[in-house]
Nanobody, 125 residues
């Protein structure tokens, strides 16, 4: 089992940037495909980005392509989400998750077994 803790959230103006981190403990992160999801108030949780075990494959929601970058440092047991050009509608709790799946990369929420508590990102207009 792996425990995940996110950090790096905060308040940023529209057009600004943030870098989220997801630190893992309990088991080595290299075992898992990783993903970032977000949930805005009153909305369902949605997929943001995913990365394969080795970091050579990534996938993004269409709404964040070209602005967000997911990466991982398995030696540091950490996954990152770099976000640029943030928009007010992207205000949400951002959570990282680990998928113990044999697939190369996981994007479906149901594949992720372990979740962090989330970090709040607020984008002001």
């Amino acid at each position: 089992q792996v425990q995940l803790v996110e950090s790096g959230g905060g308040l940023v103006q529209a057009g600004g940037s943030l870098r989220l981190s997801c630190a893992a403990s309990g088991r080595t992160l290299s075992t898992y495909r990783m993903g970032w999801f977000r949930q805005a108030p009153g909305k369902e949780r949605e997929f943001v980005a995913a990365i394969s075990k080795g970091g050579d494959n990534t996938k993004y929601a269409d709404s964040v392509k070209g602005r967000f970058t997911i990466s991982r440092d398995n030696a540091k047991n950490t996954v990152y989400l770099q976000m640029y050009s943030l928009k007010p509608e992207e205000t949400a709790v951002y959570s990282c998750a680990a998928a113990p799946t044999s697939r190369t990369i996981a994007t479906m929420e149901s594949l992720f077994a372990y979740w962090g508590q989330g970090t709040q990102v607020t984008v002001s207009s």
